[in-house]
């Protein structure tokens, strides 16, 4: 007979899963406010919102290590646990891509030339939207593996679609801003940070996917 998932957790893996996709979240939209104020060069929060950040991503951090600690060798569940760890390892990369991004773009105090300010801002909205909804995703799972709904598991499906085609639009203003870097900037020092920083700040929306991607193989028949 198999046992249900609360019979064999003080707590369902699910609900800390909710926790951790909140904290990215946060962290996700930390880093779109930290990124305007540095290309404005008006904002006297920056290092305040990179502190807040580096909060977040240590409490998302312990998050992560309570569930991992509490999933025990053998232990029964309606998903598998390979898999379970594997969306939750890139949920958590997406913190960690956003720490790094910060860092980086520190490195240039003086901002970035303005003639990138507007593309590198769209570049950075765009990669809010398919971490938004990462908590809801988690929250539509958790409802799924109770119910087994063919519906829900539709709806999931069509969430994963979303956040496929926000990382989409994501890869083309990088590569479109790539080209531009190349084209009008003559500095070097300058065309390598800012190639480096669209790169980096590109690698948050791809963890995103990734993430939605291992949803897809746990929800899959």
Same mark, same amino acid.
């Given at each position: ?11 369902? *893996? ?55 600690? !509490? ?22 990369? #997406? #913190? ?5 991004? =910060? ?9 970035? *030339? ?14 809010? *939207? ?58 070097? =020092?300058?065309?390598? !940070? ?28």
């Amino acid at each position: 007979m198999r046992l249900l998932l609360s019979s064999l957790f003080h707590e369902s *893996p699910f609900l800390g899963l909710q926790k951790h996709a909140d904290k990215v979240k946060e962290c996700a939209q930390l880093f779109h406010e930290a990124a305007v104020c540095h290309i404005e060069e008006r904002c006297m929060e920056f290092d305040d919102l990179t502190d807040q950040v580096a909060r977040l991503e240590s409490e998302a951090d312990a998050i992560k290590r309570n569930i991992r600690n !509490h999933m025990p060798k053998g232990i029964l569940m309606p998903v598998d646990k390979f898999q379970f760890l594997q969306y939750l390892k890139e949920q958590d990369k #997406v #913190v960690d891509a956003v720490e790094e991004a =910060l860092l980086w773009l520190s490195l240039r105090p003086k901002g970035m *030339p303005r003639l990138l300010r507007g593309d590198f801002q769209d570049l950075v909205g765009s990669l809010i *939207p398919p971490i938004e909804k990462l908590p809801q995703l988690v929250t539509m799972a958790a409802d799924f593996f109770k119910s087994r709904s063919e519906q829900q598991r539709t709806k999931m499906k069509s969430l994963i679609h979303d956040i496929r085609q926000h990382e989409t639009e994501a890869d083309f203003l990088e590569r479109e801003l790539k080209l531009r870097i190349f084209n009008e900037i003559k500095d070097a =020092l300058v065309v390598f !940070h800012m190639v480096r920083l669209v790169e980096l700040a590109g690698n948050i929306a791809d963890h995103a996917e990734n993430a939605s991607d291992r949803m897809r193989a746990m929800i899959a028949k």
